[in-house]
T-cell receptor, first 115, second 112 residues
Framework: EAQVTQNPRYLITVTGKKLTVTCSQN?????MSWYRQDPGLGLRQIYY???????DKGDVPEGYKVSRKEKRNFPLILESPSPNQTSLYFC??????????????FGPGTRLTVL | KQEVTQIPAALSVPEGENLVLNCSFT??????LQWFRQDPGKGLTSLLL?????REQTSGRLNASLDKSSGRSTLYIAASQPGDSATYLC???????????FGKGTSLLVTP
C-alpha cells in the first residue's frame, strides 16, 4: 500500500531532551516536507526537501533540523525541544517538486507535547 | 508571501443540501491548488488537485473550481451527508513548486 508513515504517533517529552520524528514514504517520491499544525494558525511548512541531500527552510524552521540521506526517509530533529514546539506534526511527500500534478500525500501525524 | 483565506470558518447544514466552500489566495502565481479533508485528530486526505492551467476538477459529489486571475477557488459538495462532516483545507503550491501554503480550514457539520 502506498503510504507515508510517521513515528512515533504520540510523544510526550521534557524541555531540552533531543528527539527525532521519523518519516518514510514507499512511493519513490522526490519531494518531502514537514508541517506543524496549531490551533488558530493552521498548517505551516517547517522544512522541505527536493531530493536526496537537498533541503531548504519553510516558513517556521527555527528550532528544527532535517536530513535527507535516503530518498524514502526525511526525519525531523528537535535538538533542544521547548514547550512552544508542542504541536501536531505532519510529513508529506509528492512525486516531483516544481512540476505540474504535484499532489501531496500526508502522513497520519505525530502529536508532540513538550513539558 | 502567499496568504490563503477560507470562508466560512465553520458551517452547519442539514443533510441533503448542496454547499460551497470558498478559498482565496493573494498571489496568482501558483502551480496548483489542492483541497484536503481532515477528520478530528487525523491526517489529511487529498480530495482534489487543480493544476494552474485547469479551471475545475470533479470527483464524485465534489467539484472544485479555480479562477487563478482572481485568486479564488471553490469546493462544491452536492447532496451533503453526515459522513462529509470534517474540516476542509485549501492549499496553494507557489510557482517555485516547493512552498505549500494552507488556509485555516472550514469546519463542516452535516446534521441528519
Amino acid at each position: 500500500e502506498a503510504q507515508v508513515t510517521q513515528n512515533p504517533r504520540y510523544l510526550i517529552t521534557v524541555t531540552g531532551k533531543k528527539l527525532t520524528v521519523t518519516c518514510s514514504q514507499n512511493m519513490n517520491h522526490e519531494y518531502m516536507s514537514w508541517y506543524r499544525q496549531d490551533p488558530g494558525l493552521g498548517l505551516r511548512q517547517i522544512y522541505y526537501s527536493m531530493n536526496v541531500e537537498v533541503t531548504d527552510k519553510g516558513d517556521v524552521p527555527e528550532g528544527y533540523k532535517v536530513s535527507r540521506k535516503e530518498k524514502r526517509n526525511f526525519p525531523l530533529i528537535l535538538e533542544s525541544p521547548s514547550p512552544n514546539q508542542t504541536s501536531l506534526y505532519f510529513c508529506a511527500s509528492s512525486l516531483l517538486a516544481g512540476s505540474l500534478g504535484n499532489e501531496q500525500f500526508f502522513g497520519p501525524g505525530t502529536r508532540l507535547t513538550v513539558l | 508571501k502567499q496568504e490563503v483565506t477560507q470562508i466560512p470558518a465553520a458551517l452547519s447544514v442539514p443533510e441533503g443540501e448542496n454547499l460551497v466552500l470558498n478559498c482565496s489566495f493573494t498571489d496568482s502565481a501558483i502551480y496548483n491548488l489542492q483541497w484536503f479533508r481532515q477528520d478530528p485528530g487525523k491526517g489529511l486526505t487529498s480530495l482534489l488537485l487543480i493544476q494552474s492551467s485547469q479551471r475545475e476538477q470533479t470527483s464524485g459529489r465534489l467539484n472544485a473550481s479555480l479562477d487563478k486571475s482572481s485568486g479564488r477557488s471553490t469546493l462544491y459538495i452536492a447532496a451533503s451527508q453526515p459522513g462529509d462532516s470534517a474540516t476542509y483545507l485549501c492549499a496553494v503550491m507557489g510557482d517555485s513548486g516547493y512552498a505549500l501554503n494552507f488556509g485555516k480550514g472550514t469546519s463542516l457539520l452535516v446534521t441528519p
